[in-house]
């Protein structure tokens, strides 16, 4: 059964709730839209229930932005592995070091994730037009679940992002627009022509539901790590969609009674040091981030320079203890290799950024040898390949 009740502002600023047969984007104050459940009834709704589902993210479908009269458009995206990392952990002095393998999603990322929520939704509200900015990845998961549901795609996409993203669109038959500038300036292009379209964006955060999908992660780890939560979450943060989304779900989850009460892990925002408005705000103590200029990176989910959902990142970072940390390119780059070398795992930059940032904490005696840590490879090697060469 559904307990997807209402939307409200993420802030919250105080502007009654809205209704999610209707389409909305931001609130009406500019902050992102949450989706919320009526947790008092999801109370009843049992753990045990999980057994014998799919392998999916829609195992967890009555806590995700799905009525009871719809279905959910998937490609099998989500319950990705929690592999126990020996030999990286053995050599950083760690015994619980965990890599969560987002790169075994539909489209080598946990994009795929996101928008297959946030399609879903647009099917049920009549969309006929998918259109989105993209760094790449974001890109090829809503070309693909557009695909899956009939629906036609438009891709606003940096002309210098790496070819197998810009070619990965074309292959699940999106439209591609090649945008001179920055994934900001592609937001602004795809929005200008969209609006008397009327097509549906589904940009990071200006949309309810990608959060939603993401938010999975934090119901997966709390189910494979037996109810109880790591005393670490290392996250490559670009929009911080997923940082957000797993804040979300842990209150949630805490909400329901599925984890017992018990200190939330600390979240760690990884940034690189050629795009670090996460980092620098949160470093300077201020709630939110200031635009970064000339942002470069070859990690091209971290080439955020505005994140919209700053304040909540930088919320939950607070809130939770942690840290955020800047890494260098060519040292994301080393560490795509140790983690190939020594796990086995194919991990983007965005991985390889997480790893740098734990062996960071370590050193600094932040991460205690006896903490367990979750280092999230957002992403696999294959498309960007020509940067270990
Ligand atoms: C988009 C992306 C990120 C950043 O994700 P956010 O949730 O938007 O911060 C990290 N890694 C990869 C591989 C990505 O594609």
């Known amino acids: 059964m559904s307990y997807f009740s209402h939307l409200e502002c993420s802030v919250p600023c105080g502007r009654p709730a809205l209704d999610p047969r209707d389409p909305h984007h931001l609130c009406a104050c500019g902050a992102p839209l949450f989706a919320r459940y009526d947790l008092v009834r999801a109370r009843t709704w049992s753990r045990d229930s999980l057994k014998g589902r799919e392998p999916t993210m829609w195992r967890y479908r009555e806590l995700m932005p799905l009525f009871d009269d719809e279905e959910p458009v998937t490609l099998g995206e989500g319950f990705t592995p929690l592999l126990r990392a020996r ?10 070091l965990y890599i969560k393998d987002e790169s075994l999603n539909p489209t080598n990322s946990f994009k795929a994730r996101g928008l297959s929520a946030a399609i879903t939704r647009a099917v049920s509200l009549g969309a006929k037009t998918i259109a989105l900015p993209t760094a790449g990845n974001a890109g090829n998961a809503a070309a693909a679940y557009s695909a899956a549901a009939g ?11 790496k070819r197998p993203f810009i070619d990965e669109c074309r292959l699940y038959g999106a439209h591609v627009t090649l945008v001179d500038g920055l994934i900001t300036d592609a937001g602004r292009l795809a929005a200008e022509r969209g609006r008397p379209l009327g097509w549906y964006d589904v940009s990071t955060l200006k949309e309810p539901y990608r959060i ?9 780890l709390a189910e494979q790590m037996d109810w109880r939560w790591p005393d670490w979450i290392v996250y490559p943060t670009g929009g911080g969609t997923g940082l957000i989304g797993m ?13 017992a009460p018990q200190r939330r892990p600390r979240m ?20 939110k981030t200031a635009p970064w200029e000339g942002a470069a990176t070859l990690a091209d989910g971290l080439r955020v320079p505005s994140p919209i959902g700053d304040v909540l990142i930088l919320r939950a970072l607070r809130e939770s203890g942690g840290a955020a940390i800047a890494v260098s390119d060519t040292s994301m780059v080393d560490a795509m290799l140790a983690i190939g070398t020594d796990e086995g795992v194919s991990a983007a930059p965005e991985g390889g950024a997480a790893l740098v940032a734990i062996e960071r904490l370590v050193a600094a005696g932040s991460i205690k040898p006896s903490d367990s840590v ?8 294959l498309k960007y390949l020509d940067v270990i060469t």
Request: with cysteine; proline share 3%; aromatic share 8%.
């Open 151 to 161: 629906l036609a795609c438009e891709v606003f996409i940096p002309r210098d992002a």
């Open 268 to 287: 760690v925002s990884v940034q690189a040091e050629g795009c670090a408005p996460i980092v620098r705000a949160h470093q300077q103590g201020t709630e």
């Open 374 to 381: 979750v280092l999230f490879n957002t992403g696999g090697a």
């Open 212 to 220: 939603e999908g993401k938010k999975t992660m934090a119901y997966e």
């Open 87 to 96: 030999t990286l952990g053995a050599r950083l002095g760690l015994d619980r």
């Open 247 to 259: 804040w979300k779900a842990f209150e949630e989850i805490e909400r329901i009674g599925w984890v």
